[in-house]
């Protein structure tokens, strides 16, 4: 009942303030597991996700502090993000990047969706980074269909540093449903992690247009 009040009350505020463009929701199944891999330029890109996909609710990582900040704003905090479907994660070290792919995998496999950033981290100057292999590995790992998803001009509602969103309006694309169940017992995991991995990325590159960087985004501080 929570995750469907503030959904519905924050979706209406983003429609009246922001006017979305919204496409290929249909493309999103009802049902089953299902990976959202989107480009990231915003920290709001996990609030928008969700509330552009109304078939169903999605999950996504969120930083643990979330979860953890004292006081009343922090049980605020905690409750909001928890209804909107966030998981809480610790980042900094590979046993942390592993532990949420644990979880995630988790999710999938109880035929949930769960939105994935393949780049890591947010992109600072527009372009689009190369992307990780953990997107491929629960692709492989949980047979879930993955969806492209292109964001565009959420870092004008959100720019990162800014404490709060501005009235802006931006798209997000949902691509066609890629399968990736079947077809790549002939190569290595490794290899067949990066072909996927690659292929997803162009997929979200043709659906946002974006200059492609051609190298990993190592910027993590504050993401």
């Known amino acids: 009942m929570l995750y469907g009040a503030l959904r519905q009350t924050t979706a209406v505020l983003a429609r009246s303030l922001c006017r979305p463009t919204i496409e290929g929701r249909e493309n ?5 597991p299902v990976i959202l891999a989107g480009n990231h330029m915003s920290f709001i890109d996990s609030v928008v996700i969700p509330l552009a996909v109304t078939q169903r609710r999605v999950r996504f990582l969120a930083k643990s502090d979330y979860f953890e900040t004292p006081g009343v704003k922090g049980r605020i905090t905690k409750t909001m993000f928890g209804a909107l479907g966030a998981m809480p994660v610790r980042r900094g070290n590979a046993r942390d990047a592993m532990l949420s792919l644990e979880l995630m995998l988790d ?9 994935v950033y393949p780049e890591g981290t947010r992109s600072r100057d527009g372009r689009l980074y190369r992307g990780r292999t953990g997107v491929a590995h629960l692709a492989l790992e949980s047979k879930a269909l993955v969806v492209p998803v292109g964001l565009r001009d959420t870092e004008k509602v959100q720019p990162i540093g800014a404490s709060m969103p501005r009235p802006r309006p931006f798209t997000v694309r949902f691509g066609a449903p890629l399968d990736f ?7 290595s995991p490794a ?3 990066r072909v996927i991995t690659d292929r997803i990325m162009e997929a ?8 492609q960087a051609g190298t990993y985004n ?3 501080a504050g993401d």
């Open 218 to 220: 190592d910027h993590r």
């Open 181 to 187: 169940s079947t077809g790549f017992d002939h190569l």
């Open 28 to 32: 999103v199944p009802a049902s089953g």
């Open 191 to 193: 290899k067949a992690r």
């Open 204 to 211: 979200i590159g043709e659906l946002t247009g974006q200059e």
């Open 107 to 115: 999710r999938l496999n109880d035929g949930e969706a769960c939105v």
